[in-house]
């Protein structure tokens, strides 16, 4: 399979733990976003990634939350001192810089709980 | 005002039936449009883009119109597999790549 895999799947904690989620772009993707979608919403931008390099962050993204992209592969996404706020669909997407049409591609997601 | 709105129905049509979605956008210099599906509980996928001179696949028309800020889509001979949620969503320029999405519209084709 070639498209965005994200893991784990499905995270349940609680309050005040640390998590962490891992996504694998598209491997010719240079670009790579995080976002995050509670139910009845459409997605809601986090942050992105052009190569290693984290160009841009939401207002969305508290102190809690860190993302990292070390090698220009794949990306990591930590919440710290989980809050039930936090629970959501945390998606990741992937796109390759080309012309105006930024078309990106999404990964299964990462449903958090924390209860 | 959202960036991005969308009548979030249900819109309840039978097999066969043509169906047009609307979707407005506020911000005048956003530069691409899509038109993303997304089934119950799993990611959205990339159904098309929208392109200024309307572009059409099979069943599936979309039109811009950039004058009004407006986006549609219609979906023509309506099939059941077709029931899901319809983002619309915008790309917004200079700087800011991330894509904004509207709340979606949930489509039910009934037998």
């Not at chain 1, 893991?7 to 309050?15: A, E, M, Q």
């Not at chain 1, 995050?36 to 990634?49: A, I, K, M, N, S």
């Not at chain 1, 993302?67 to 919440?79: M, V």
């Not at chain 1, 078309?103 to 990462?110: A, D, L, S, V, Y």
């Amino acid at each position: 399979d070639t498209g965005v895999s994200q893991n784990p799947r499905h995270k349940i904690t609680k309050r005040g733990q640390n998590v962490t989620f891992r996504c694998d772009p598209i491997s010719e993707h240079n670009r790579l976003y995080w976002y995050r979608q509670t139910l009845g919403q459409g997605p809601e931008f986090l942050t992105y990634f052009q190569n290693e390099a984290q160009l841009e962050k939401s207002r969305l993204l508290s102190d809690r939350f860190s993302a990292e992209r070390p090698k220009g592969s794949f990306s990591t996404l930590e919440i710290q001192r989980t809050e039930q706020g936090d629970s959501a669909m945390y998606l990741c997407a992937s796109s390759l810089v080309a012309g105006d049409y930024n078309e990106q591609f999404f990964g299964p997601g990462t449903r958090l709980t924390v209860l | 005002r959202k960036e991005v709105e969308q009548d979030p129905g249900p819109f309840n049509v039978p097999e066969g039936a043509t169906v047009a979605f609307n979707c407005t956008y506020s911000n005048s210099a956003s530069q691409s449009f899509f038109w993303y599906r997304q089934d119950c509980r799993k990611e959205p996928k990339l159904l098309m883009s929208v392109y200024s001179s309307g572009n059409e696949d099979g069943r599936f028309t979309a039109q811009l119109n950039r004058a009004s800020q407006y986006i549609s889509l219609l979906i023509r001979d309506s099939k059941l597999s077709d029931s899901a949620t319809y983002l619309c969503v915008v790309n917004s320029p200079t700087g800011r790549r991330a894509l904004t999405f509207g709340s979606g519209t949930r489509l039910q084709v009934q037998p």
